[in-house]
């Protein structure tokens, strides 16, 4: 058996994560699709109930994903979808306004864990990151794997 670091005893099993994506575009539908398949549940909301569509039907009758409509931007509708009871929350809708109100509310009043964010100006980042919110900047990204090609 192996010993946490809080010293629970673990029998290698781990639990799935419960997940939330927040934007059902194609970039929250990969995610979505990749976290549901290597076993975890993921619950997408999204405005538009047409965005669910891409989804592959196997996923959703086997209930490793859950789609709820409604609006990121307010705790009624995160609290409706069951976004309260998540792991980790990654809103990757195609406006950052909404991935980082999103990403306030399930961090700092639904204290989910695990927040991510997409956010596509590198000047936001630090702010963000100092609230407890990790930022995807997908430039930033795209730089660090230039300059590590060039090591």
């Given at each position: 058996?192996?010993?946490?670091?809080?010293?629970?005893?673990?029998?290698?099993?781990?639990?799935?994560?419960?997940?939330a994506v927040?934007?059902?575009?194609?970039?929250?539908?990969?995610?979505?699709?990749?976290?549901?398949?290597?076993?975890?549940?993921?619950?997408?909301?999204?405005?538009?109930?047409?965005?669910?569509?891409?989804?592959?039907?196997?996923?959703?009758?086997?209930?490793?994903?859950?789609?709820?409509?409604?609006?990121?931007?307010?705790?009624?509708?995160?609290?409706?979808?069951?976004?309260?009871?998540?792991?980790?929350?990654?809103?990757?809708?195609?406006?950052?306004?909404?991935?980082?109100?999103?990403?306030?509310?399930?961090?700092?009043?639904?204290?989910?864990?695990?927040?991510?964010?997409?956010?596509?100006?590198?000047?936001?980042?630090?702010?963000?990151?100092?609230?407890?919110?990790?930022?995807?900047?997908?430039?930033?990204?795209?730089?660090?794997?230039?300059k590590g090609g060039?090591?």
């Amino acid at each position: 058996m192996i010993r946490n670091s809080d010293g629970n005893s673990n029998s290698g099993v781990q639990r799935l994560k419960r997940i939330a994506v927040i934007g059902c575009g194609s970039l929250g539908t990969q995610i979505t699709i990749e976290l549901s398949s290597s076993g975890n549940i993921v619950i997408v909301l999204d405005k538009d109930p047409e965005a669910f569509s891409a989804l592959p039907s196997h996923l959703l009758e086997s209930s490793r994903v859950v789609t709820a409509i409604g609006d990121g931007t307010q705790e009624i509708s995160l609290r409706q979808a069951g976004v309260q009871d998540v792991d980790f929350l990654i809103a990757v809708t195609a406006k950052a306004s909404v991935n980082l109100m999103s990403g306030q509310l399930a961090r700092h009043v639904m204290r989910i864990p695990v927040v991510m964010c997409l956010v596509n100006d590198s000047n936001l980042s630090p702010m963000y990151e100092n609230l407890g919110i990790k930022v995807i900047n997908p430039d930033g990204l795209l730089m660090e794997t230039i300059k590590g090609g060039l090591d």
